[in-house]
């Protein structure tokens, strides 16, 4: 009999969750820590469904949690993290093999994950269950960069925001960049168009500003708007350390370069299985 067991997260407090991812991503290529506010907007922000998401259990102790997130037909693996002893040990592939076929009985179609490139050990278990890659995901960084703009951003509203990147946005963006996540964001953060681009920063007063979203119409798309966009978005909050997230798509990162971003080492796979 397998010494592996799932129980429902639900069954469990925020902060054991949260305390467990902590110590499943001990050792990992960015440093995580997450309290219970970080896991509530994740849950939030990212649909994560604590019903389907699970804790894995060897011998009795809890070894390892996986985040489920859920949207009509599909979830996605928005998290998963084995204690730094029981890894290279079989748990991550009985976790996935079990999560696939849990997703399969509810009538999920397909599954959505992202994986750091450099990750050997995830990229290859995510392929053995038969993950398949869609694109690579870069992320970018800038620290005070100069920009002389006289555009004039003008704020909008979030929500507005998320309904153009559903209308105008590529069907299949990663999970966080889509317009149903783009939606659950809430001030600080802000929204600004100039003419018909769009971006969503975290809160712009903090010396580090994430970009969360960057837009331009399809109709004014191959006009160079996303650059002076970006310059006057840098002019409008100088002295900034500004980072755009590695779940970008490769193609449409052309834009960061050109206002001068340096590429981060990490850089992620979006990978998809068909249920
Ligand atoms: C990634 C992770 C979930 C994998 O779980 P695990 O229990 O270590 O996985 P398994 O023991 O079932 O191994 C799965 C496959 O990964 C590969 N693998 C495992 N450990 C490895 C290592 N140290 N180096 C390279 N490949 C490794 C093997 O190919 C293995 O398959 P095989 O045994 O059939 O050859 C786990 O290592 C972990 O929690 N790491 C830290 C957090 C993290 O990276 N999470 C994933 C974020 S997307």
């Known amino acids: 009999m397998s010494l592996f067991f799932f129980r429902s997260a639900s069954e469990f407090s925020i ?3 949260a305390d467990l991812l902590t110590r499943g991503f001990e050792g990992y290529f960015i440093p995580i820590f997450v309290d ?5 907007t994740m849950m939030r922000r990212d649909g994560i469904d604590l019903t389907e998401s699970r804790l894995l ?6 070894i390892g949690v996986a985040l489920i997130a859920r949207r009509g037909w599909t979830s996605r693996l928005a998290a998963m993290g084995i204690v730094s002893h029981s890894r290279s040990n079989g748990a991550g592939t009985w976790a996935m093999q079990h999560l696939v076929e849990e997703a399969r009985m509810r009538g999920d179609r397909e599954m959505l994950l992202e994986v750091i490139e450099q990750n050997t050990a995830g990229v290859k278990l995510y392929q053995k269950v038969g993950f398949k890659i869609v694109r690579r995901l870069l992320g970018y960084k800038i620290e005070n960069p100069s920009a002389d703009s006289k555009d004039e951003l003008q704020e909008v509203d979030i929500r507005e925001l998320a309904r153009l990147v559903t209308y105008h946005g590529l ?3 990663p999970w966080q960049l889509s317009g149903a996540s783009i939606v659950q964001h809430t001030p600080p953060a802000r929204a600004f168009r100039l003419h018909d681009a ?3 920063i975290s809160n712009p007063e903090a010396e580090h500003v994430s970009i969360a979203s960057v837009l331009v119409k399809t109709s004014s798309r191959g006009a160079g708007l996303s650059p002076v966009l970006m310059r006057a978005l840098f002019a409008r909050f ?3 350390t500004w980072h755009v997230p590695a779940i970008y798509p490769e193609e449409i990162c052309a834009v960061f370069d050109e206002v001068g971003m340096r590429r981060e080492d990490i850089s992620q796979w979006q990978m998809a299985l068909t249920l």
């Open 15 to 17: 902060s054991e969750i």
């Open 36 to 40: 219970d506010t970080t896991l509530l």
């Open 57 to 62: 259990f060897k011998d009795g102790e809890p």
């Open 171 to 173: 069907k299949d963006l």
């Open 198 to 200: 769009y971006c969503l």
């Open 238 to 240: 100088p002295n900034k």
